[in-house]
């Protein structure tokens, strides 16, 4: 009788464990389930995401669509104790690599057995001119959750941000819920119609990855290498401010005058930087020798559209992720600074 | 034999279904039996009060005779349709497709209507030292926007390097850190 009633307590213990696993499962799930409901706001996270796409070690393929045409790209991304390597690699075409060690990029192009060394400045304009980017952003775009969908399995809230002129581009995002990374990432003009589309299809969240992978997979040793970083030098001090525009969009602000080299020209050229926050428009003015040829008009390359305009012996040139109106616009605007 | 087509025949006439085909078939062809068919009719309206004033029992003589009169119709020959849906499906795609190809460009070339007073000109005089290099006011005024260029190699390779430059500048790594590089990668060499 006494085995009878331990196993009958035995039994009602099991019965009872069971009962509060099942009513622990469901209530996690349904915390889960609501929590995934509630819409967060848009600019946390692109926050959260900015923090994700620097912090996380990543291995994915991404497709890039512009024009009609559309390429396939492998980027692996690490940070290792606060060190950024990354590594974009072309998939089809031209086999290109661009390797980044931090602010030290390589682009590789095999096709020309050509290296470019370049310091990236990424990051390091906006804190300085900009004290609250998110209001001013908040002035020129409109941030929306539009819901939600799924992209490369994974997951993820859409963020529209949508310009209120014609004068720049919208964004709709893609954020995976889980790991904040970017999943995809459309380029919109004005009328919402797409111009530039980028869509994981593989991505690989990781604890660590090798650092066997961010070296480029190809002998560079009879490459000619161009580095920009000696000849930058010179361009990160402070020049004196020679050009300006007269006009440009409202809310965008120059955030940096500097004179760079270019392999093209003899002397470094005149370069200054207008942000808004979200778009960047970059005015180069370049003095032409009388044996170079004179082009203007326009050009894009994906979302970035360029205008140039060649006159009295200088050619100025517009390059930024805004529509072709604006780049004209500024750069018939350009003029000496009195 | 005769006395099921007939039990049959009957059954027809009442209206109630009929199992046997070849009843049909002898029906058109057995004049015996249209004849039958034509007195079980007489019987069933007589019975029910359905008579005419007028009985006329050539009437199926007559319909005959009206129908070889009426005028021939010639209608086009219809053909299975299922096999024509995936062709539809794939036209009604190409279309698609082909309307937002035609749509990026319409669009991208749409001027806005660009509000001057939102464009602020600076109308001071440039220093003497620098009149070298001066714009004519009417360089100012937005101009319609055409179509991309088509540049030389010396200044594609000029456009080039400054989009590489730009790309080091471009600051909204919140935004995405990919995207300047892919562009990178997909430029077009010069050689």
Same mark, same amino acid.
């Given at each position: 009788? =006494?085995?009878?009633?331990?196993?009958?307590?035995?039994?009602?213990? %099991?019965?009872?464990?069971?009962?509060?696993?099942?009513?622990?499962?469901?209530?996690?799930?349904?915390?889960?389930?609501?929590?995934?409901?509630?819409?967060?706001?848009?600019?946390?996270?692109?926050?959260?995401?900015?923090?994700?796409?620097?912090?996380?070690?990543?291995?994915?393929?991404?497709?890039?669509?512009?024009?009609?045409?559309?390429?396939?790209?492998? &980027?692996?991304?690490?940070?290792?104790?606060?060190?950024?390597?990354?590594?974009?690699?072309?998939?089809?075409? $031209?086999?290109?690599?661009? @390797?980044?060690?931090?602010?030290? @990029?390589?682009?590789?192009? =095999?096709?020309?057995?050509?290296?470019?060394?370049?310091? !990236?400045?990424?990051?390091? #304009?906006?804190?300085?001119?900009?004290?609250?980017?998110?209001?001013?952003?908040?002035?020129?775009? @409109?941030?929306?959750?539009?819901?939600?969908?799924?992209?490369?399995?994974?997951?993820?809230?859409?963020? $529209?941000?949508?310009?209120?002129?014609?004068?720049?581009?919208?964004?709709?995002?893609?954020?995976?819920?889980?790991? *904040?990374?970017?999943?995809?990432?459309?380029?919109?003009?004005?009328?919402?119609?797409?111009?530039?589309?980028?869509?994981?299809?593989?991505?690989?969240?990781?604890?660590?990855?090798?650092?066997? #992978?961010?070296?480029?997979?190809?002998?560079?040793?009879?490459?000619?290498?161009?580095?920009?970083?000696?000849?930058?030098?010179?361009?990160?001090?402070? +020049?004196?401010?020679?050009?300006?525009?007269?006009?440009?969009?409202?809310?965008?602000?120059?955030?940096?005058?500097?004179?760079?080299?270019?392999?093209?020209?003899?002397? =470094?050229?005149?370069?200054?930087?207008?942000?808004?926050?979200?778009?960047?428009?970059?005015?180069?003015?370049?003095?032409?020798?009388?044996?170079?040829?004179?082009? !203007?008009?326009?050009?894009?390359?994906?979302?970035?559209?360029?205008?140039? %305009?060649?006159?009295?012996?200088?050619?100025?040139?517009?390059?930024?992720?805004?529509?072709?109106?604006? +780049?004209?616009?500024? @750069? /018939?605007?350009?003029?000496? !600074?009195? | 034999?005769?006395?099921?087509?007939?039990?049959?025949?009957?059954?027809?006439?009442?209206?109630?279904?009929?199992?046997?085909?070849?009843?049909? *078939?002898?029906?058109?062809?057995?004049?015996?039996? *249209?004849?039958?068919?034509?007195?079980?009719?007489?019987?069933?309206?007589?019975?029910?009060?359905?008579?005419?004033?007028?009985? /006329?029992?050539?009437?199926?003589?007559?319909?005959?005779?009206?129908?070889?009169?009426?005028?021939?119709?010639?209608?086009?020959? &219809?053909?299975?349709?299922?096999?024509?849906?995936?062709?539809?499906?794939?036209?009604?795609?190409?279309?698609?497709?082909?309307?937002?190809?035609?749509?990026?460009?319409?669009?991208? $070339?749409?001027?806005?209507?660009?509000?001057?007073?939102? +464009?602020?000109?600076?109308?001071?005089?440039?220093?003497?030292?620098?009149?070298?290099?001066?714009?004519?006011?009417?360089?100012?005024?937005?101009?319609?926007?055409?179509?991309?260029?088509?540049?030389?190699?010396?200044?594609?390779?000029?456009?080039?390097?400054?989009? &590489?430059?730009?790309?080091?500048?471009?600051?909204?790594?919140?935004?995405?850190? +990919?995207?300047?590089?892919?562009?990178?990668?997909?430029?077009?060499? !010069?050689?």
């Amino acid at each position: 009788m =006494p085995e009878l009633s331990q196993l009958s307590h035995r039994s009602n213990f %099991l019965k009872f464990s069971y009962l509060f696993a099942l009513i622990s499962y469901l209530f996690f799930n349904a915390i889960t389930t609501y929590a995934d409901s509630i819409l967060p706001d848009p600019k946390n996270l692109i926050a959260e995401m900015s923090i994700a796409t620097s912090q996380l070690n990543y291995d994915g393929i991404f497709t890039y669509r512009y024009d009609k045409k559309i390429d396939t790209m492998r &980027i692996i991304h690490k940070n290792k104790e606060g060190d950024i390597f990354e590594r974009l690699i072309s998939l089809n075409g $031209n086999r290109r690599e661009i @390797v980044r060690e931090n602010d030290k @990029v390589k682009y590789f192009f =095999p096709e020309n057995k050509i290296a470019i060394i370049e310091r !990236s400045k990424l990051g390091q #304009l906006l804190s300085s001119y900009i004290p609250d980017t998110n209001q001013s952003i908040s002035k020129f775009y @409109v941030f929306d959750i539009l819901g939600d969908g799924r992209i490369a399995g994974r997951n993820a809230w859409i963020v $529209n941000i949508k310009p209120i002129d014609r004068f720049r581009y919208g964004y709709q995002l893609w954020i995976d819920k889980k790991s *904040k990374l970017l999943l995809r990432s459309r380029l919109k003009n004005y009328q919402g119609v797409n111009l530039e589309d980028v869509m994981f299809v593989k991505l690989d969240v990781l604890e660590d990855i090798s650092d066997s #992978l961010f070296k480029p997979s190809f002998s560079s040793n009879n490459f000619t290498w161009i580095n920009n970083i000696k000849s930058n030098i010179n361009s990160d001090r402070a +020049v004196q401010t020679k050009w300006k525009a007269s006009w440009i969009p409202k809310g965008f602000l120059m955030t940096g005058y500097t004179k760079d080299p270019m392999p093209t020209s003899k002397i =470094p050229v005149d370069h200054f930087i207008y942000t808004d926050g979200l778009a960047t428009i970059s005015v180069y003015v370049e003095k032409l020798n009388h044996q170079q040829s004179i082009n !203007s008009g326009t050009t894009n390359f994906g979302g970035v559209n360029t205008y140039s %305009l060649s006159t009295n012996g200088y050619q100025i040139t517009a390059v930024g992720e805004v529509p072709k109106t604006t +780049v004209e616009l500024i @750069v /018939n605007s350009v003029k000496l !600074s009195p | 034999m005769k006395k099921n087509s007939n039990e049959n025949l009957s059954a027809l006439v009442d209206g109630e279904h009929c199992s046997d085909k070849s009843l049909l *078939k002898d029906l058109i062809k057995n004049e015996n039996m *249209k004849s039958t068919w034509r007195r079980y009719h007489l019987i069933r309206d007589c019975l029910r009060g359905n008579l005419t004033d007028n009985v /006329n029992n050539d009437f199926t003589e007559n319909l005959k005779h009206e129908l070889q009169n009426e005028p021939i119709i010639y209608t086009p020959k &219809i053909t299975k349709q299922f096999k024509r849906e995936p062709i539809i499906g794939f036209a009604i795609a190409a279309s698609v497709a082909a309307i937002a190809i035609l749509g990026i460009q319409n669009k991208n $070339n749409i001027v806005p209507n660009i509000e001057t007073n939102t +464009v602020a000109m600076d109308e001071k005089i440039i220093d003497s030292q620098y009149e070298t290099f001066s714009f004519p006011e009417t360089q100012i005024t937005p101009v319609a926007i055409e179509a991309s260029t088509k540049f030389n190699s010396f200044t594609q390779q000029r456009l080039n390097n400054y989009l &590489i430059n730009h790309s080091k500048y471009k600051h909204n790594i919140n935004m995405n850190s +990919v995207l300047p590089y892919a562009r990178i990668v997909t430029i077009e060499s !010069s050689e």
